[in-house]
């Protein structure tokens, strides 16, 4: 998507942990506009599927996955939750992910009235680094019994391992800026 | 909003806390059109007022100030952090907020590079129980040097002494519903 990486290029920074920061239009401050860009992006992308819901993983796919609905029939979005809330019901489908930006292991959770058996679900995240929080999800949607339909990813960074994890398993991953290497703070495009 | 007040007394639950669940449409699955009236029915209600900036609290805010960006000339969302993070930047505003629901004390976080001296900004989030959140960002906004215009609630919980605490400083409030009690398990609008 040519327009997302030239505002990567534009607004994204890398910092001296070479980490790339978009955090002024995506995950952070919001471009909305920008971000129904994207969601249209993702329905060109999975033109040829039926969804049933859109499941991401707070805090920064919420905005992306809200978006995204739009062109798909206003499908519901269902935002996976990391933090034990009195909010949350006690009946959940839960997997543990390893953040690497926070260094924990923490619990992703989704209530069990919001993923069902037979549903078709299309993941959609802000960036894929080693896959940890979309194979916690995808873990969650074999518990339900639903069934995946592919991943949808705005920023993958391919010099990690995340998309090949991916791929292995014969899923379909659609990442709109693929991101070969940061070295040197230089943002290099596949 | 009476579309609003039948959503809740349609798909909303009271648990045996007295706490009411709007999980199936607002803070856990979102129902995206629907957020969209919601997003519409803020630009009536804020019909008279500029503004820069929506800003709002991870997680829940954030699908609703989406929605509610488009309504407003697509102004960017800005949603304040809960938790530390390696991509977060080290220079933020930051005010300390209790939550009832999670029973701890946390920081609420915004980078100094999202909000600016004299801009005019609109928060939004789905509750107004206590007022913690708010005060939370309202403190964020005058260290800023910022102007606020307004709060916009989804669910206004009357019962409770936030608005009357943000009403009592001269602070606009505008709830969509508003709560008057949720004794014995009844949901009963103001």
Redesign the interface.
């Known amino acids: 998507m040519q327009s997302l990486k030239h505002k990567i290029l534009t607004d994204g920074t890398v910092n001296s942990?070479e980490?790339l920061?978009v955090?002024?239009f995506l995950?952070?401050?919001?471009?909305?506009?920008f971000?129904?860009e994207i969601g249209k992006e993702f329905r060109e992308r999975f033109y040829d599927v039926e969804i049933d819901k859109i499941l991401t993983i707070?805090?920064s796919g919420?905005?992306i996955?809200?978006?995204t609905?739009?062109y798909f029939d206003?499908v519901?979005?269902?935002?996976a939750?990391k933090?034990?809330?009195?909010?949350?019901?006690e009946d959940v489908y839960k997997s543990k992910v390893f953040s690497y930006?926070?260094?924990k292991l923490y619990d992703v959770m989704?209530?069990k009235?919001?993923i069902s058996s037979g549903e078709k679900i299309l993941i959609v995240d802000d960036f894929l680094a080693k896959g940890g929080a979309v194979m916690g999800l995808i873990d969650i949607i074999t518990q339900a019994g639903a069934e995946l339909v592919g991943v949808g990813i705005v920023i993958e960074k391919s010099y990690q391992d995340g998309s090949i994890l991916l791929e292995d398993k014969g899923i379909r991953v659609e990442s709109l800026a693929c991101i070969e290497s940061l070295e040197n703070k230089m943002i290099k495009f596949k």
Do not use: C, G, M, W
């Open positions: 942990h980490i920061k955090d002024n995950n952070h401050q919001i471009d909305v506009k971000l129904n707070e805090s919420i905005a996955a809200t978006a609905s739009q206003y519901p979005v269902v935002f939750k933090n034990e809330s009195s909010n949350l019901d930006t926070k260094n989704v209530s009235r919001y």
